[in-house]
Structures are given as structure tokens and as C-alpha cells.
């Protein structure tokens, strides 16, 4: 028997070393932020059973027997300290909302992080194979070329929210008309002029990030990958291609904490995956401070990458006087002892936000509007003060006030008496903790935890050599095709050429399967039977007759695991030339097999799904986080018919202002004939 066990344990765990994946995680960029969230994917993929070659510019303080890091740490000097000097920041010398700045920085980390010999050293052995590659997305697409070496897929993780740049490398950017650049703390719905600010900020970014960018970016690929593909053999792809072939995107958000927009098949959520399952004790000094709160706990902290010390001293009294004239207790992460401290106010040097942030005395948390810091909030159900300083920290932090469960409060050297109003407003107000714990709500109630997402994507990815069916179409439409431009060409000339006729006649006037035996279904393409199809992986013959029945024909048609054919008085030809094709090719069958196990491959069965959101919709009062900000933007708008309708009206003017200046010279002319 106990040999039966130990046998039994031996089979389990080989199967376990045997599901593992071989994955490269790469998170090049110096930020301590950056840094939890690569640390926390990590570890969960090796909790997975994965085998993980780790990129990253910190020292590893969790060493596992299946984890290999390659480090990167020269690139901690690429930073420079002046940009998050917080004097300058007040004073307007120095800013982190430039995306040609943050493009010049983040290139510079990609190619310090690809030219490291380190990372040199595993690219060029012949021997490095990985099932997958995880790239973190910051202004730097060059990541993506590294298929070209590894032959994997690519999978794009973003830190911040779902925007433009990153979204325009799986689908296509966002529709500006209601979604603002991430360094532009703009919200929607937006003004007339604000609109044609988001439009113009986008285009300008395409413009930029297509050309400008891109030349550099295909410059440092055939310097640092490329050749090193080349020497092994393996063909080389244009970066173009490589770009654009990202099999998914992760994204560092949730709903409940971002807007809800239009997103593509192949963006996965899974925000919060960074947050402890278990929450850590409190040290016992701290335990005590919050657990002894009378009047409960206020949190302030500046996050990891702004030093509150380097605060001008006249602000730091005036915050002092104003969280010592307060009932609450303070605790202020701080990185240096402040003298004359209130009795109320506790200064320490480090703080496990956390496990303060889920203690019952909490009421508060003051913050810089990071989006890891907003995560856990919402996670823990804690109201904000948000003072933003940089990157997308503006726009998070309008975004949370509008949410309701937050207050803004600028940056600046007087933002002690702003933040006494918020902290009045806040404390006074108990909406906004009710929303906060609302929105906790909608941020626990989904189909898998984080870190459970996380693992089952990329794996899925890995299971269907790509994930091809998470691809979206936009990716192969041209921009202009995308939003009519093509259209709104041919509507311009027509204008035009009516305009001349026009004119021309004005200057006339004047002067005068279930069964393993089945080997294909012929159907009418109807949406259930395709999809019972594709559920037991059975080719098809499509011969459509109405309604949605001819789209879906040549969908699955293009797909390729069915043939269409009309329905018609001869059809019967044909049909025979379909089923020669069908049965005679078996690319139909095999499409159809991976299809289904595509279909297979979800997170939940489609019945659970039902009841889950159902309930969800119930449970958070009917959903109002997942109510599209678009459906309260008016179609004119979305489309941009009211900038057409400007453009167009300043063109009729230019015209008829060049008619009358045409006009005005032809009639001087005729003058001076008839004088002479």
C-alpha cells in the first residue's frame, strides 16, 4: 500500500512538472511599482507549475527551484532623478506628460534591456526554447520582436489602463471622441473643443508612433534580434508584422476601477492579481496605533517613487496643521523624522499598505492616484484623496472622483487648504464610502480571481498555439478604412465636384457533429447549428435562405471550416463541387477540431456564465460600472459629424470668398475694356 502511495505521488507530480510551461517574463522598467506587479505575476505562474526565466532590473527576494532571473539593473541609471523632484514638479520645470519624452525614455530602457548580455547571452544560445512570452508595454513596442528569435507567442501585459497606444498594437485605438489620452486628465462626456483635442492628441500619436517611432524601433530590431535570427537560421520577419501579432493583451485593470469601454476579444482583466489573498499582520507598534483609533485612521502615503521629504518645508507645516487639527489619527508614510509632529500624526519610514488599508479603523486613504494604490483601495473598500503628480496618476484621479467614491486635490504649494476641504467633504460625507464599498462589491464579484485569470489566459494561449481566434479583424482594416476616411473622401469630392457644376452654372447664368462516423453537416447556417458544430468540431456546407443566414455563411466561410454555397434552381452542381472540396480537404476538419477546442477553452460553461451574471447584475444594483460611457455620448459626436460640419461650412466659405475675389477681378477687367 505504501508503495501503491508513493507511486500514486510520483505520477501526480510528474504530471504536474509536465503541464508546465516554459514562459520569459520580461519587466525591464526601474519603477518599484513596475516591480510588484512583474514580482506578483511571477510568483503566480510558478504557482502555476510554470518554469519562468524572469527579466527584471531588481534583486529577487523569493528564489524558487523553478525560477531563472536575468538581470538588468544598469537600467536604474537610465532614470533621471530630477523628473520626480517634487520641487520642480510644483514649480512646472519638470513634467511626465510628454509622449515623446516617455517614448525617448522607455526606448532607451528596451534597447539597455536587449543589448544587456545578460539577455544577449539567452537569446543567442540555441537551446533557450519557451512556450510563451509575456512583455511589459510601456511607449516601447520592440519587446514584440523577440518571436522573431524565441518562435512563441507574445502576450502584452499593461500596467495602466486600456489605452490607444497599446490597444492599437491587438485592434485599434480607442474612439477619442469619448475616451481621453492616458496623460490627459480629460473625462467624458468632453466639450466640442475637448473632442477635437482627443482627436487631434490621437492622430498626432498614430502619426508619431507609426513613423517617427517606428523607424527607430525597426533600427534597434535589426541591430540587437534580427541578426541574431538570421545566425540561427530562423526567417526573419518585417518588425511590422511582429508588431502586430501579439496573441493577447493583459491588463492591469477591472471595471469597477476604470471606465467601461469597447475592448477587444484578446483583453483580459485581470487587475488586483498583485494584492495578497491573506493579508499580512500589522507590526505590533502599528496594530496598536490603528487598533486603539478612537476616531479611526487616516492613511496618507505619496507612493514609492515621490519622496514626501522632498516637500517645500512651509507645505509640510501646513499639512501638519491640518491633519493635527483632526479628530482621526494620521499615519503618514514618510522617509524622515518630522519635528513638532501633532500627538494625532505617526510618521513612519515604511508602511505595509495593505494590511493598513484592510484594518476595520481605516476611513481614509490619502494618495497620489497610482493605479495599484487605487486597486487596492476599491479591493478593500476605502474611500480616496487623490493628489496626482505624474503619467496617468491625472486622469485616474478625476476618473475615481467621478466614480464618487474619491476627491481631487491638486498639486501645488498652498494644497494644504484644498486638502482640508476635501478631508472635511470625504469625512462628511458618507457617500463616499458607501460607493467605495460598492464598487468592492463589483470588484470580488467575478467568474476567477486574478491571479486564476492570469494563469488560465496564458495557458490558453499556449493550448492553442496562439490563441488565433482572440485576433481581432480591426487589426488587418486600415485606420482610414476603420473610420470611413475613405468615405468621407468620396463625400468631399462629390461636394467639390458639386461645388464647380455649381459654379460653372452660376458664371454661365451671369454672363448666360456527435457521432465519431460524421464527417460533415450541410445546413442553412443558423446560428445554433454552427454553433453546434464548432461545439463537436464538424465541418460544414452552408446553403443560406434568410435573415442572418447569408453573413453567417461567409463567416465561417473565411473562417475556413465550412463552404458556402446560393441557394438556387441548380444548386446541385454546386453543392457536388462543395463537397469534393470539403471531403476532399482536410484543412476543413482540422480547422473545425481546433476551432472547438478553442470554443472548449473558456473560463466558465456557458450555463454557469448565465446565472453568474444574472446574479452579478443583481448583486451591484444593476451593474452601473459595466454602462458603456458611450451610450451618453450622441452619435453626431462619436462620429465627429459637428467637426465635418465645420470643416465643411469653413470650405463653402473659402469658396464663395474665392468666387467673389474670381468675380471681383473678372468685373474690374471688363471695366478697364470698356473704358478703353
Known sequence: MEKLKMLLFGLLLSSYLCDGYKILAVFPVPSPSHGILGDNMVKHLLNGGHEVTYVTPFKNKNPHPKLHTIDVSANTKLFDPNMLDVKKILDGDTTMQDNALMFVLMNTIATSTLGNPNFQKMLKDPNTKFDVIIGEFMFSDLYSALPAVLQCPFIWFSTIEAHSMILNQVHGPLNPAYNADYLVARIAPFSFSGRIHELWTLLVGLYHHSYDYHAKEVSDYETLIAPIAREQGKPVPDFKVLKYNASLLLGNTHVSVSNAVPLPPCYKHIGGYHIDEEVKPLPEDLKKIMDTAKHGVIYFSMGSNLKSKDLPDDLKQGLLKVFGGLKQTIIWKFEENLPNTPKNIHIVQWAPQQSILAHPN???????????????????????????????????????????????????????????????????????????????IAYHDRPQKPKDALNFWVEHVVKTRGAPHLRSIAIDIPLYQRVYLDLLALILLALAVLLVLVKKIVCLLTSKKTHPNLELFVTHGGLLSITEAVHFGVPLIAIPVFADQYLNANRIQKKGFAVKVDLSRKMDQDLKIALDEVLGNKKYAETAKALSIAYHDRPQKPKDALNFWVEHVVKTRGAPHLRSIAIDIPLYQRVYLDLLALILLALAVLLVLVKKIVCLLTSKKSDKQKKN
Open 362 to 440: 481605516l476611513e481614509l486613504f490619502v494618495t497620489h492616484g497610482g493605479l495599484l494604490s487605487i486597486t487596492e483601495a476599491v479591493h478593500f473598500g476605502v474611500p480616496l484623496i487623490a493628489i496626482p503628480v505624474f503619467a496617468d496618476q491625472y486622469l485616474n484621479a478625476n476618473r475615481i472622483q467621478k466614480k464618487g467614491f474619491a476627491v481631487k486635490v491638486d498639486l501645488s504649494r498652498k494644497m494644504d487648504q484644498d486638502l482640508k476641504i476635501a478631508l472635511d467633504e470625504v469625512l462628511g460625507n458618507k457617500k463616499y464610502a458607501e460607493t467605495a464599498k460598492a464598487l468592492s
